[in-house]
């Protein structure tokens, strides 16, 4: 065996059997860290706040974050999504699939990896497991806008949708609003009935979409191409949390629904190309011009609802700056094992 293999079997030895000593040092004494189990003991609260101040930076321009890049395959696709926070002192790039069908496989929808550089130097100085994490930060945006754009501090919770994402956003919105009950949709009722037993603090009730949707704020978590959302379920003073339109084609809201209502979006480059907005404007149904804001310009006090009857949607594409946030904090969080950069 190579000496790098040697020094390699030996690390990860001890990393899952502790106390194992390793045999050999890294040839030129560079380390990277690999983490997992980022998500342990991570506290939503914390990760609410950190994606918040990430969404304030953004909002006073303050970050490098170009669009995120897809590339499309035979069952889903890939995307990178690099950034740099200067307030944080960090910078990266998460490498994350979307792939539907991976659940009958035994498989995540959405599995994702960031890794961090050196900023002095560019080397690679950690890699994270950061599956759980993008759950997470998703949920936390959404935890943000409700807690800046709903007009109620005291809510009924609607959700389409019943997956990881769907729980995500229940769990970080809880921390943001107070929440009274929750009405749920999905096509499973299997699904359905997972859903309402990881929540049994809440009242929760398995209802038609059209039902769900006479709420406080709605969140939506389809991969659906088609809108499930129709414009006239929609209340005055409602707010929206759409989380599933995340590539081109998708959209899960009657368009006549935008057009009623304040859309903030995460960023508009990217919510344009893959939000739920992406397919109306490709339509000629919404405009770029429509938008009312971003969700940084929100948190900054820049932008607002406009009135406690308005109806708003946040349109979540999922930021790198979100990413970079979650891990500057998970990197204190789970497992590490030290992997030789050669």
């Known amino acids: 065996m190579s000496l790098y293999g040697d ?3 030996n690390r990860i030895s001890r990393f899952f059997c502790p106390g194992k000593e390793i045999l050999y040092p890294a040839p030129n004494g560079r380390f990277m860290q690999y983490f997992t189990d980022t998500d342990m003991g ?3 609260g914390k990760v609410n706040l950190a994606v918040e101040a990430a969404f304030a930076d953004h909002g006073r321009g303050l970050v490098q974050m170009p669009p995120k890049v897809y590339v499309t395959l035979p069952a889903g696709d890939f995307r990178t999504m690099p950034a740099y926070i200067p307030s944080l002192s960090i910078a990266g790039v998460k490498i994350v699939n979307v792939h539907p069908e991976n659940p009958a496989k035994g498989l995540p929808t959405v599995m994702a990896l960031t890794i961090i550089l050196d900023i002095p130097t560019g080397q690679p100085k950690a890699i994270i497991n950061a599956t759980k994490l993008t759950d997470m930060r998703t949920g936390a945006a959404g935890a943000v806008a409700g807690k800046y754009l709903s007009p109620k501090k005291e809510i009924v919770l609607g959700v389409v949708g019943t997956g990881r994402q769907a729980e995500a956003q229940v769990m970080a919105i809880s921390r943001e609003l107070k929440i009274r009950e929750i009405r749920v949709w999905g096509r499973s009722p299997e699904h359905i009935r997972k859903f309402a037993d990881r929540f049994i603090e809440y ?10 949707c006479d709420c406080d704020l709605l969140v939506t978590t389809t991969p659906s191409r088609s809108p ?13 949390n759409a989380i ?13 629904l935008l057009r009623r209502a304040q859309v903030f979006v995460d960023d508009a480059a990217q919510a344009v190309h893959s939000g739920e907005i992406n397919v109306p404007i490709r339509e000629g149904l919404f405009r770029e011009t429509d938008i009312a804001g971003t969700l940084g310009e929100v948190v900054i006090g820049k932008k607002k609802r406009a009135r406690s009857d308005s109806i708003t949607i946040f349109d979540s594409t999922g ?16 497992r590490k094992i030290e992997l030789p950069f050669l």
């Open 319 to 334: 930021l790198a700056i979100q990413d970079l946030a979650i891990a500057h904090i998970a990197m204190e969080h789970g």
């Open 244 to 256: 599933g339109a995340d590539a081109p084609g998708k959209e899960e809201l009657d368009p006549a």
């Open 42 to 44: 991570l506290d939503i």
């Open 7 to 9: 020094f390699l079997k």
């Open 228 to 240: 499930i959302v129709r414009s006239e379920w929609i209340h005055e003073g409602t707010h929206i």
């Open 203 to 212: 009242p929760c009730h398995s209802l038609p979409i059209e039902k769900v």
